[in-house]
């Protein structure tokens, strides 16, 4: 880990294996890596099975795909959630954001307790859900392909409860309810357009706040 990968040009590719995939470094001018991935505390300590994986690829700017996050009032208007998510914390670390989220265990589909995200940069993110007996992993990585298009993967973790069968009864339906609001999201960021300046209410949610901490990973 962490040797050259590859040349182009006077870029260097290095490479780190994290959380079932494999992270290559890029950067336009050749600099060296600055800082590391984040390595999910929860799959290095429990048993955890990885129970579906997804793809779409998205003519989405690149962006708006995780800045979508911060838009708090989408989750009411677009997806039905019953109430608008609060974002407790926003803390700089060294692999990139952690964000902290005030939950409402009663609101929603899913008793959830505990709402942890971890941004690698601006390319990848580990979401963390933790409910009574139970506890899901999403780790989400988005490659680019061209000017126009990406890759967005989506890996669904499970925390093993002993058998297939209830590890089905918790998985199918985070993976049914995840992959339907990322079509749904799909459906109006295939066909946004990126807005250095875009007019905000103040129910927008934390905007800005990403986007001045994204600024830093753009050469």
């Given at each position: 880990?962490?040797?050259?990968?590859?040349?182009?040009?006077?870029?260097?590719?290095?490479t780190?294996?994290?959380d079932?995939?494999?992270?290559?470094?890029?950067?336009?001018?050749?600099?060296?890596?600055?800082?590391?991935?984040?390595?999910?505390?929860?799959?290095?300590?429990d048993?955890?099975?990885?129970?579906?994986?997804?793809?779409?690829?998205?003519?989405?700017?690149?962006?708006?795909?995780?800045?979508?996050?911060?838009?708090?009032?989408?989750?009411?208007?677009?997806?039905?959630?019953?109430?608008?998510?609060?974002?407790?914390?926003?803390?700089?670390?060294?692999?990139?954001?952690?964000?902290?989220?005030?939950?409402?265990?009663?609101?929603?589909?899913?008793?959830?307790?505990?709402?942890?995200?971890?941004?690698?940069?601006?390319?990848?993110?580990?979401?963390?859900?933790?409910?009574?007996?139970w506890?899901?992993?999403?780790?989400?990585?988005?490659?680019?392909?061209?000017?126009?298009?990406?890759?967005?993967?989506?890996?669904?973790?499970?925390?093993?409860?002993?058998?297939?069968?209830?590890?089905?009864?918790?998985?199918?339906?985070?993976?049914?309810?995840?992959?339907?609001?990322?079509?749904?999201?799909?459906?109006?960021?295939?066909?946004?357009?990126?807005?250095?300046?875009?007019?905000?209410?103040?129910?927008?949610?934390?905007?800005y706040?990403?986007?001045?901490?994204?600024k830093?990973?753009?050469?």
């Amino acid at each position: 880990l962490g040797v050259p990968f590859a040349t182009e040009g006077n870029a260097l590719h290095l490479t780190r294996e994290v959380d079932g995939m494999v992270l290559m470094w890029y950067h336009p001018q050749g600099a060296m890596p600055d800082f590391e991935p984040y390595v999910s505390t929860a799959l290095q300590q429990d048993k955890w099975v990885l129970f579906d994986t997804r793809q779409w690829v998205s003519t989405s700017p690149f962006r708006d795909i995780f800045e979508n996050l911060f838009d708090t009032a989408h989750i009411v208007q677009l997806h039905g959630a019953a109430n608008m998510p609060v974002m407790r914390n926003m803390d700089r670390k060294p692999h990139g954001l952690f964000v902290d989220y005030q939950i409402d265990p009663d609101a929603e589909q899913f008793s959830i307790k505990n709402l942890e995200v971890n941004f690698t940069g601006v390319t990848t993110i580990n979401q963390l859900f933790e409910g009574q007996g139970w506890a899901t992993n999403f780790v989400i990585s988005t490659t680019p392909i061209d000017n126009e298009s990406f890759l967005q993967t989506i890996r669904l973790y499970v925390k093993d409860l002993g058998s297939r069968e209830i590890n089905e009864m918790v998985g199918k339906p985070w993976i049914e309810r995840f992959t339907f609001e990322v079509e749904q999201d799909f459906k109006v960021l295939n066909y946004k357009k990126h807005l250095t300046h875009p007019r905000l209410c103040s129910g927008d949610g934390p905007i800005y706040q990403y986007r001045e901490y994204a600024k830093q990973y753009y050469a």
